[in-house]
Structures are given as C-alpha cells and as structure tokens.
C-alpha cells in the first residue's frame, strides 16, 4: 500500500504545536467529512433563524458596519473635539470612554481620583459635562455607544437629558449602553454595588428602555473584557452567552416580555489574532443565541433570536515592540470581525500598548476598516466563509465547547453563583498563566517580543495627558456645585435613596437628580448607602 | 545561603488606584508563588496607604505595583514616600504595567528598582526579584 502523501519524509510536519491560541487542536486538513450533516437547518440562510450566517439578508451588500472609535480622554473639550475629528474623517458611530474615576462612580475631585482624571478615558461628573460632550453634536443624528457599566444608568441619563436639551426625545435617540455588570465582576472589575442590586439596576434599565427608547440598547453583552483578561476563545464565548441569558431570565422574572426587550440587546466580542476561530466564534455565537431565545426562552419574533454585536480588536494582541506590526494585527483582526458578520468595529491603534492613541494612529486604524470597505471586496457577499469545512467544523466545536461551559456553570447553581465562587474568574486565571508559560517557552511567538525582536529602538511618541488637566476638571464640577440648587439636588438625592430601597424602576428618580445636577458620585454614594460596595475575593 | 533561619521571599503584589487591569499582577503573583516565594496579593483598588500598611505588617522584601491606568506617576511616587515615612528603607520597589518609556528614569530616581514594561518575560521578573530582595534572618 502507497505511503500517504502527508506521511513522506519531505512533507513532514514542523515540531509546532498546531492549535488555536485558545489551545484548540486543528486538524492537517478538513474536508466533505467534517461537514454538518444537517446544514441547512443548523447553518441556513443570513437573516434567517438560527442566523448562523449573519442577521441580516444582504449583510454588507445591505449596509456596511458602523465604523465606531472609542475614544475619550482627559475632559469634555478634548474628547468633543476628538470626536468631531473622527466624524470628520469617516466614523460612522461614536463610541465613549470614561476615565476610571467616573467608571468607578467617583466624582472628579473625590480624593481617591487623585492622579486618574482623564487618564483612560474622559472625565464626566454631571449633566454640565454631558452637555459639552456632545456639542455640536446633534444625537437625533447619530448613534453613540458609551462603555459604562456600574453607574451606567447615570449616564443614560445624561445622555438622555442632553438629547431632551436638543429637542430630541428619549424614543429617537440611538445607540448603546454597555450597563453588562456580570462582566465587570468577572473581568473588567469596575463596581459600585454588590451583586444583586447591580442586576436589579440592570434590570430597571432594560425594562425603562423598553418602555421609553426603542432605538437603544440598554445593554452590550461583552466578551471583550473576558477575552482580555486572558480567556480562551471557547470561555468567551460561554461567559458571554451566559450572562445574556441571565439578563434575559431576570427580564423575565420582572414581568417583561421577551419579545419586547430581546431585540434591543446587543453583544461585543473581542475580535483577537487567531484568525479561524475569531470567525467560528462569532458564527457559533448567533446559532446559540438564537437557539436558546426560541426554544429555552419562547421568544416568537425573529428580531428576538437575531444576535448583533460590535467587535473591537484585541488590545492584548499589540506590542510596545515595533509598533507599526500592530498595524498589521489589527488588519487581520478587523478582517475575521468583517468575516464574522459585525454590525459595528472598532480597530485599536498601533501605539495603543503604551497609551491612548494620538490623532495620527487613529486615523490609520479607521483607515484600516475603509480599506477593508471599499478595497478587499470582502463585502461583496454575506458569510464568504460559509461552507468552508474548515469554518464549518470549527464553528460546531465552538458551539459544543459552550455548551459545555453552560453545563458547568448550571451546576454550580447559575451564573451569578459561578461569580461569587470564583469559577470564570478562575478559569480566565489559568487560561492567562497558560498563555504565558506558553509565550515564556517560546512555544507561542509573538513577533518582536519573543522572536524577530529588534534591539534599539527609539521610543514611538504616544499621547500624553495634560495633568492641568486634572485641575480644570475640578474646578469645573467646583462651577456646577456653586450654580446648582443645593436644595433641590439634597431633595432629589433623598428621593433617589428612598427609591432605591423599594422595588422602584431607578431610572426615573437618576433622570430628576441628573436635571438638578446631582453629580454622578453623588448619585451612587446615595445607592451604596442602601446597596452597599463589592469587594471581591481574587483568586490567582 | 542555606542557613536555617533563612526563610522565603516575601512579596507583595499590589494593583494602585482605581485600575481594574488585574491579569498580569495575578500571573506574576502566581508566577513568584511557584517559585518559591511567600506572595501577598492585596487585590484590586488599593489606595497608596493601604498598600505601604500591607508591607509593613506583612513583613515584605519587595512589592510589585501594577499599574495600566496611567496614574503611575502619582500613586508609585506616593507610595515610596508612605515606605520611606514609616523608615523602610531595604524593600524592593518594582513596578509593571502600561509605563511610557519617557516616565521610567523619573520613577528610578525615587528608588524604584525595575520597570517592567509589556512584553517583560515571567521569568525575568522572578529572577530579578529574587536577585534583588534582600532575604532577611528570623531573629
């Protein structure tokens, strides 16, 4: 019997480990046999349940991606110009960051923001900031995202009065809200209240969003953050979809109906450098939701079972070695996102290992996704990558990876009880100090950095953050203390503590104190009198 | 030194200010753990004071502060004046995380040891530490 081609000596294989990043063994070659063998159910039509192949009919041929950079850093004047920037040079959608004093429900001149105003993204305290964010910006017009999760229904309630300002009302206005705090105490770890009131805040702003503004998406199920902190592609994917369904059981247990709030939720993935299984994941991602949403939870509607989700490059993947490869890791990333049917990008910049990008990187990173657009063709058709047995086999193993995490996490008694025992943040532990031993092996390369590393290079002039910066900030909420109705924000303060300690929806009581300029420390300084803090109990 | 009263390196591992970037603090506490090491993880959130205390009671030969918020030029400088305030003089100062290669010589001038930067192998951080704590005699 002939030898098998693959078997002589000079078609030998490398002594490489071939797997995904993830870990995840990948076969020499895929074929007819590893198809499914029920794919017109399991894999379909784009547009059509279970959604495996994009959500919509005509995917990009339809309407492209929303092009949207997360930007924000130091104050309001400085992000609203970056923003006007990034508009002017193509974006489609804006997206904000906060600095971690606002991400962690501290005032500006709380004396725990010492030295982090501005930082990582952009200082807001009170409605006064909110107003200045988007000047000249008219919201009827456009969507923002804002990435704010345990004092988020304080920002949308800023956003909302802003849009109210401009005469635009709450049912016109579009965008999303991140708001997915199961996430924060997972991985992203920026908290304000204990476990069970932050569900139930999240809880009041599906529910208040249900009823006030269907164009927005309360929520933006994340695995970003996740996949950020070191998890495999398998556990993003998992967390992620589990924490939806919790959303969706506690929407639930209020009374909601699942085909009036399923549809405004949306999702975020990391779209990470492991170029098949990025794709696999996105395309496993819809088929489950959409499966779960119909069959575990009844929704009727297809708009309930259609999962849409922005992508952003992974962060994690750029290196402060030789900057400009980042370029190229971004490029691949954006792609599998594109290949994987995103509704909404975000591309990093290639000096984003070391700090916020300058005017200069952003511009190539948005580059980036108009090249893909206009120039690779790639949108031409929806899924390209449909029926490749290689896509295909992965997506289903993708898919049965999960479900086995969700077996897992049911037994431990549901996600909420995985958290407090430490489980995801567990396995993210590991599958990081993995990863690593893997990188410090040289079993993994990561080129300029453990291979093809490059001595003396000069330094990439990054953004610096003005520390005066810090100062104007404060003195800026100082002006919005002295203007204000000292009594009318105590009134509203009080009213919202006594709010919280019902079974009240919040957000109305958030919306009065935000008019009065009630700052956002304020606000949830009121709630942890009634909810209390976190403090986690980290395992490494 | 293989004497009987030397003991195990004590390091405290320490995430300043509001940062919640917590993934490589666990690995190198996890990585200094294998190693032999005695590791305090104080976990996320600390304010500079709580972290010159944790050193102090827990008797540590060097603390690691990550930082990947940008605020490192006003939490690490304010944590080695807490040290330097209470007359702790012989711990090992290190510091890791998202630090701009500009920042670096300034915090080596107030006595920090080593700035590990992205791409900083495990094993460099480990030996370094373990090169440079002083292991100090149970009395």
Redesign the interface.
């Known amino acids: 019997m002939a030898i098998e081609p693959r078997e002589k000596p000079e078609f030998k294989e490398r002594e490489v480990e071939f797997s995904t990043m993830s870990g995840h063994p990948i076969e020499p070659l895929y074929g007819p046999e590893h198809a499914p063998a029920d794919s017109e159910t399991t894999i379909g039509e784009p547009g059509e349940y279970p959604f495996t192949r994009g959500p919509y009919p005509s995917m990009y041929r339809g309407r492209l991606w929303t092009m949207r950079q997360f930007a924000g850093f130091g104050t309001v004047e400085e992000t609203n110009e970056r923003f006007h920037y990034l508009l002017d040079h193509g974006q489609t959608g804006l997206s904000t960051a906060f600095d971690?004093?606002t991400?962690?429900g501290?005032d500006s001149d709380h004396h725990?923001?010492?030295?982090?105003v501005g930082?990582?993204g952009v200082a807001v305290d009170s409605l006064d900031d909110m107003e200045q964010l988007f000047d000249g910006i008219p919201l009827g017009g456009v969507t923002t995202s804002m990435t704010i999760n345990a004092p988020a229904a304080i920002l949308l309630a800023f956003y909302v009065l802003v849009g109210e300002e401009q005469g635009v009302s709450p049912e016109k206005l579009g965008g999303t809200i991140q708001t997915d705090i199961l996430k924060e105490y997972i991985a992203?770890?920026?908290w304000c209240f204990p476990i069970e009131p932050a569900m139930r805040l999240v809880t009041d702003m599906i529910e208040w969003c249900t009823e006030n503004m269907p164009r927005w998406h309360p929520v933006s199920i994340s695995g970003y953050h996740i996949r950020?902190?070191?998890s495999t592609a398998q556990q993003e994917l998992a967390f992620t979809l589990k924490d939806g369904f919790t959303y969706v059981e506690r929407a639930l247990e209020r009374g909601l109906d699942i085909d009036d709030f399923a549809p405004r939720l949306s999702f975020f993935f990391n779209a990470h450098i492991d170029f098949f299984e990025e794709v696999a994941k996105y395309r496993a991602a819809r088929r489950i939701w959409a499966r779960e949403m119909k069959e575990t939870y009844g929704a009727k509607r297809e708009e309930s079972m259609r999962l849409r989700f922005h992508a952003q490059t992974a962060g994690?993947s750029l290196?402060?070695?030789q900057p400009l490869n980042n370029v190229v890791r971004t490029s691949l990333e954006a792609l599998a996102a594109v290949l994987g049917g995103t509704q909404s990008l975000h591309t990093n910049s290639f000096d984003e290992?070391?700090?916020?990008p300058t005017e200069e990187a952003v511009r190539v990173a948005l580059r980036t996704q108009q090249v893909i657009a206009v120039e690779s063709g790639v949108t031409n058709t929806a899924d390209p990558l449909g029926g490749s047995w290689f896509v295909e086999k992965l997506t289903d193993e993708m898919e049965e990876a999960a479900y086995g995490y969700f077996a897992r996490i049911d037994e431990l008694g549901g996600m909420v009880e995985a958290i407090r025992r430490n489980f995801p943040q567990r396995e993210i532990?590991d599958a990081?100090?993995t990863y690593?031993?893997e990188?410090?092996e040289r079993k993994r390369i990561?080129v300029?950095?453990?291979d093809f590393v490059q001595d003396g290079e000069e330094?990439t002039p990054?953004l610096?953050?003005d520390p005066a910066l810090e100062r104007k900030q404060v003195d800026r909420l100082a002006a919005t203390r002295a203007r204000r109705d000292g009594v009318a924000v105590e009134g509203a303060l009080a009213e919202l503590k006594r709010a919280a300690a019902t079974e009240e929806n919040l957000m109305p009581p958030i919306i009065a104190a935000a008019r009065a300029r009630a700052t956002e420390g304020e606000m949830i300084a009121a709630m942890q009198e009634v909810f209390g803090t976190y403090?986690?109990?980290?395992v490494? | 030194m293989e004497a009987a009263t030397a003991r195990k390196i004590r390091v405290v591992v320490a995430k300043p200010?509001?940062?919640?970037?917590?993934?490589g603090?666990?690995?190198i506490?996890?990585?200094l753990r294998d190693a032999g090491m005695e590791v305090i993880?104080t976990?996320?959130?600390q304010?500079p004071e709580q972290i010159a205390e944790t050193v102090i009671q827990e008797d540590a030969d060097a603390v690691g502060l990550s930082i990947l918020?940008?605020?490192h030029?006003?939490?690490v400088p304010r944590v080695v004046e807490l040290l330097a305030a209470q007359d702790v003089d012989d711990v090992l100062v290190t510091v890791g995380g998202?630090?701009?290669?500009?920042d670096i010589p300034e915090l080596k001038k107030l006595g920090v040891a080593a700035v590990f930067?992205?791409?900083a192998?495990?094993?460099e951080i480990v030996e370094f530490i373990r090169d440079n704590a002083s292991e100090r005699d149970d009395v």
């Open positions: 971690m004093p991400l962690m501290y725990r923001s010492l030295g982090e930082r990582e992203q770890k920026e950020e902190a070191g994690v290196t402060a070695q290992a070391l700090a916020l532990a990081a100090f690593q031993r990188l410090d990561v300029g950095v453990n330094p990054i610096r953050i403090t986690e109990s980290p490494f | 200010g509001l940062d919640g970037h917590d993934r603090a666990k690995i506490a996890r990585a993880y976990g996320l959130h304010t918020s940008g605020a030029m006003t939490l998202t630090i701009p290669a500009e930067t992205p791409g192998g495990t094993d």
